[in-house]
């Protein structure tokens, strides 16, 4: 079993940045892809960074491209998301995920992650 706990949320202005953080815990966690996704208001869950086990290898939802980075630390069993360039439309509550079936593929489809972390919220006002 897994558990994840999201922090780093929190109220920031345009243009400004946040650093997230999920800790992880359980067996294996190092083992797995790890991801970020995120639910605004009104809209469907969607994918936004995802890391291989080894950190070898990224991926980013083409809205955070060049803004944002995923990075994971196994030795502290955490991952993180820098977002840097906040816009207003980033605006969500922004989960973790953890993909128990794959260690280098880094998919964006929602089902394919097993754990989730229960959110944490950021708004950025304009």
């Known amino acids: 079993q897994v558990q994840l706990a999201e922090s780093g949320g929190g109220l920031v202005q345009a243009g400004g940045s946040l650093r997230l953080s999920c800790a992880a815990s359980?067996?294996?966690?190092?083992?797995?892809?790890m991801a970020w996704f995120r639910q605004a208001p009104g809209k469907e869950r969607e994918f936004v960074a995802g890391?291989?086990?080894?950190?070898?290898?990224?991926s980013y939802a083409d809205s955070v491209k060049g803004r944002f980075i995923i990075s994971r630390a196994n030795a502290k069993n955490a991952v993180y998301l820098q977002m840097n360039s906040l816009k207003p439309e980033d605006t969500a509550v922004y989960y973790c995920?953890?993909?128990?079936?794959?260690?280098?593929?880094?998919?964006?489809?929602?089902?394919?992650?097993?754990?989730w972390g229960q959110g944490t919220q950021v708004t950025v006002a304009s």
């Open positions: 995920a953890l993909d128990r079936s794959h260690r280098v593929l880094i998919s964006p489809i929602i089902r394919f992650y097993d754990y």
């Open positions: 359980g067996r294996a966690y190092s083992d797995y892809v």
């Open positions: 890391i291989t086990w080894s950190a070898e290898k990224t």
